[in-house]
């Protein structure tokens, strides 16, 4: 059930993590509220981990609310309205106090993707006194009102992490003055700010994905642990040799060899989607003989048998004989093509089996808006395959609202396996400022795990010859 704004809270559920006699649980379960949550993207990410509960979602569209409500295996709070017109800090505290979240320092993480109105690098830009200058404050801009709130929500929770996703271009904006206020203002809160760019198949998504990740910290916890947050290590890379011929070999999962994952590693396995005409968005295709065959694939496959919102939707006339011109197209023409075009790239181009997708974006239901084609069939890719494609397992359902509305909530989440990779580091770097935290009492319960006899002769270098 999706609820909203004055509606009664529920009960928290309980922690399953045993409990010492400091109170502490071990392993801590720590706990995040996601602003602008979108379907879930980032929260599934953290909650991959097993480490983390997502106690609220907050976004102004119903169909992602309720697919976050949906999908969440933490039965949040949600809280479905326009933040700008209608959302107090005192609301949210009393969403959260349910939790025993009733004022600042309480929780471990808020993180959210603030829409990324105000940061094109094709806007011109004047002050709010009809100068004609340049805006001296970025939060002065009206478009980027919901990235100040997000901000001003920080500086009420003073959680013990903050992440803040957003298009790569904001690094960018105002020749960087943007990225360096947003740094400041979280400064001026007392943390120590990060940004990175992060392409989403270094760590292990079937898509060439660049999103921009802002990662804060309290600077008090840095100055009792010296620990800092970082960002993850690249996982994956590309793969050195590629050839037309890879596209070709059904075998072909570069993901398990720590190469960039591929479209067939992908949605390879997937069974003919349904009819279009004939189906829900929201219908269920059960699978046909599947047996996962690759790390990527044993990951995304339901345990149901089946997955959802895998339907066909046919294509116009005038679309389907511009997809059907591809296949009579060589290499050459085809790149001559992409090279004329200056919006749209990929408008009207197939996936490439062997390579991974060019990112899924919230138009990906349109094949003249990217390269959304499918491989071999002569249609677009449907809400599973580009659902798979950002990593989203298949037991993950998006309801049954327009074929737009379920394109946005797809292409506009965070991959899940990103999300993952940064929740581990977010993990690591909380387990050590808890250490850190613990009275001397609680501490003597804990016990420092230490490798055998073997292992810290070697580590002291006594193997070594004299």
Not at 8 to 33: C, H, K, L, N
Not at 156 to 162: F, G
Not at 327 to 336: G, I, T
Not at 344 to 349: K, L, R, V
């Amino acid at each position: 059930m999706v609820e909203r704004i004055g509606a009664p809270v529920r009960s928290a559920p309980e922690v399953a993590s045993p409990t010492g006699m400091s109170g502490i649980s071990i392993p801590p379960v720590y706990t995040v509220v996601d602003l602008f949550c979108g379907c879930g993207g980032l929260s599934h990410g953290f909650s991959l981990t097993r480490r983390f509960r997502t106690l609220l979602g907050l976004d102004n569209k119903p169909e992602a609310t309720e697919s976050f409500a949906l999908n969440c295996p933490d039965d949040p709070v949600m809280m479905t309205t326009d933040i700008r017109d209608s959302v107090t800090k005192e609301q949210l505290l009393q969403n959260l106090g349910t939790y025993g979240i009733t004022g600042p320092r309480q929780l471990s993480c808020l993180i959210g993707g603030p829409p990324c109105e105000g940061f094109s690098q094709n806007r011109v830009e004047r002050s709010a006194e009809g100068s004609g200058g340049r805006i001296t404050k970025f939060t002065d801009d009206p478009r980027n009102k919901l990235f100040k709130w997000f901000i001003e929500i920080a500086s009420e929770l003073q959680p013990r992490v903050i992440l803040i996703e957003n298009v790569p271009d904001i690094l960018r904006h105002r020749d960087g003055e943007t990225a360096r206020e947003i740094i400041e203002d979280l400064r001026e809160l007392g943390y120590l700010t990060t940004a990175r760019v992060l392409n989403a198949a270094d760590y292990g998504v079937p898509q060439l994905r660049r999103r921009a990740f802002f990662l804060a910290y309290r600077q008090e916890d840095y100055e009792t642990s010296r620990v800092r947050l970082e960002f993850p290590n690249v996982t994956h890379s590309p793969y050195p040799l590629g050839h037309e011929l890879l596209d070709k070999d059904p075998e072909w999962f570069p993901g398990d060899m720590g190469f960039w994952p591929s479209v067939r590693e992908a949605i390879g396995d997937l069974p003919r989607p349904a009819d279009g005409k004939a189906s829900r968005l929201d219908g269920w295709t059960p699978y046909e003989g599947h047996h996962p065959s690759s790390d990527l694939r044993r990951f995304l496959a339901a345990s149901e048998g089946g997955t959802w919102n895998h339907i066909a939707r046919p294509l116009g006339k005038n679309g389907l004989q511009r997809v059907k011109e591809l296949d009579n197209l060589d290499a050459d023409v085809l790149h001559q093509r992409r090279r004329d075009r200056v919006h749209y790239h990929y408008a009207y181009s197939r996936l490439r089996w062997a390579e991974p997708a060019r990112t899924i974006t919230k138009f990906v239901y349109h094949v003249g808006s990217g390269m959304f084609c499918h491989p071999d069939e002569d249609r677009a890719v449907t809400i599973r395959e580009a659902a798979r494609l950002q990593t989203f397992p298949d037991h993950f359902k998006f309801p049954a609202y327009t074929i737009r509305d379920v394109s946005s909530l797809v292409g506009s989440a965070v991959p899940p396996l990103l999300a993952r990779a940064i929740a581990r580091q977010v993990v690591r770097y909380l387990d050590t400022v808890t250490l850190h935290g613990l009275s001397s009492v609680a501490r003597s319960e804990l016990r420092e795990l230490k490798g055998d006899a073997v292992v810290r002769r070697l580590e002291n270098n006594d193997w070594l010859p004299a």
